[in-house]
């Protein structure tokens, strides 16, 4: 049980960064990509 919750508190804590940075490489790749392209 108590591995469970500090599970369920490591994915609430976690997720929210992991989900940032996934956002920021993704912009990141856009933009490199757009500056590509031109």
Do not use: F, G, K
């Amino acid at each position: 049980m108590a591995s469970s919750s500090i599970r369920h508190l490591l994915n609430t804590q976690i997720e929210p960064i992991v989900n940032r940075r996934c956002e920021r490489t993704m912009y990141r790749t856009d933009i490199y990509e757009h500056r590509l392209h031109r």
